[in-house]
């Protein structure tokens, strides 16, 4: 006979999950008018109980027990005006009922939450109202006993003071969440602005040259114009392909996802594009960007340093888009025949350089956007980036990244 195979045991029911649930899914204005409820309830016993002290009879005390107690079902909505009424009633029950000693507890409660609820201003009106109703409170009991007043009065402003530093550190996380949120957003928008520079505008930039040969070449060279209208279809093609790419991305940030999830930071730092993109282009690609520049008339010499292709995928990523960049000034401003590209690693260090033998640099010059993107790009990485004159002319473009 084979045995029984075991089975685990479920684990027992949890009955107090669903309570809490029910308990989390009940307005806050609900709790608060229970709280009201429960304080008159046992006030109006009190007011009961002591009926034949009472000065004012007990319809007053009564009366005046609703209005010390219902402010509080208003605390979160009306904390001052609430506070206001409330402590103005326990006065005068002091002063022509009977102080009862239920009722100034309701004041403490209705205190903290002026602190807790009420806007900074406003406020700072618990403190001063508070020493009043105190006065009147212990108008009689304060001139045998002084300390009991003073005590209390202590109580009552550490109930408000409680109240209030809560509420300023609650402002001061929101505030710092949203000075997060706004530099989280301002870093996205920086970085879908780079990848549509460094990509599409590099891409843009490679056609409009092709297209201008080919239009030179039309009668002189019909091979020579057919191959750049060849390469020119090839060059668009890819284009499009890189503005898919960053739309997508705009897509799912839109959407919400993968922009702040738990992993994009991970895939931020490491390269790498959010799950079902395409991967962006490395090091390894940079003999096939120098081909596409090679089509459009600029000869592209690339050197790259055998330890330089096995660095991790951000820096890798990284270092093709700034010979990209550089490749692209060289196109739009340089009006240069050749340009250089070497990546060495050593050190501990990536070293990128492009140097072409164009223009130079023209007199009041200063970085475009993409030199600024790529100084944003190595500053995120920890490296320093410089450009300006080549030796012996032309222009050049030099960045060190640390190898982690």
Request: hydrophobic content about 45%.
């Amino acid at each position: 006979m084979s045995p029984v195979p075991h089975t685990p045991a479920a684990p027992p029911p949890r009955p107090l999950l669903p309570a809490l649930r029910a308990v989390r899914a009940v307005p806050a204005g609900r709790w608060d008018a229970v709280l009201a409820g429960l304080f008159l309830l046992v006030m109006a016993v009190e007011r009961i109980g002591a009926a034949g002290g009472l000065r004012g009879g007990l319809p007053l005390a009564l009366a005046l027990s609703v209005a010390v107690a219902a402010p509080l079902a208003v605390r979160r909505t009306r904390p001052l005006a609430g506070y206001l009424v409330g402590a103005a009633a326990l006065s005068a029950e002091a002063l022509f009922v009977l102080p009862s000693p239920v009722s100034p507890y309701a004041d403490l409660v209705g205190l903290y939450s002026l602190g807790l609820y009420a806007p900074r201003r406003r406020a700072w009106a618990g403190p001063f109202a508070a020493l009043l109703g105190m006065a009147a409170y212990f108008a009689d009991l304060g001139r045998a006993y002084p300390v009991i007043p003073a005590g209390v009065l202590f109580l009552w402003l550490l109930g408000w003071a409680v109240g209030y530093g809560t509420a300023r550190r609650a402002e001061q996380r929101e505030a710092a969440r949203l000075l997060l949120r706004r530099e989280v957003v301002a870093g996205e928008r920086a970085r879908l602005a780079r990848e549509l520079h460094d990509s599409v505008g590099h891409t843009l930039n490679v056609v409009l040259v092709q297209a201008g040969a080919a239009r030179r070449l039309l009668d002189r060279e019909p091979e020579r114009t057919r191959e750049l209208l060849t390469g020119l279809e090839h060059t668009g093609r890819e284009a499009l392909d890189d503005l898919d790419r960053v739309l997508g991305l705009l897509r799912r940030e839109a959407h919400g996802r993968d922009a702040h999830g738990p992993d994009a930071e991970g895939r931020a730092a490491e390269g790498r594009e959010p799950d079902g993109a395409a991967p962006q282009p490395g090091i390894a690609d940079l003999e096939r960007l120098a081909e596409r520049l090679g089509g459009a008339g600029l000869r592209v010499r690339v050197r790259i340093d055998p330890a330089a292709r096995r660095v991790p995928r951000s820096l890798d990523v990284s270092a093709y888009r700034i010979v990209q960049e550089g490749l692209t000034n060289t196109v739009k401003h340089a009006d240069a025949r050749t340009v250089g590209v070497t990546v060495r690693c050593a050190a501990g260090r990536l070293a990128v350089e492009v140097c072409d033998d164009g223009r130079g640099v023209p007199a009041g010059y200063a970085p475009g956007r993409g030199l600024l993107g790529v100084a944003e790009r190595v500053s995120v990485l920890g490296g320093r980036v410089e450009h300006g004159p080549g030796e012996p002319g032309g222009f050049r473009l030099r960045a060190e990244l640390p190898v982690p």
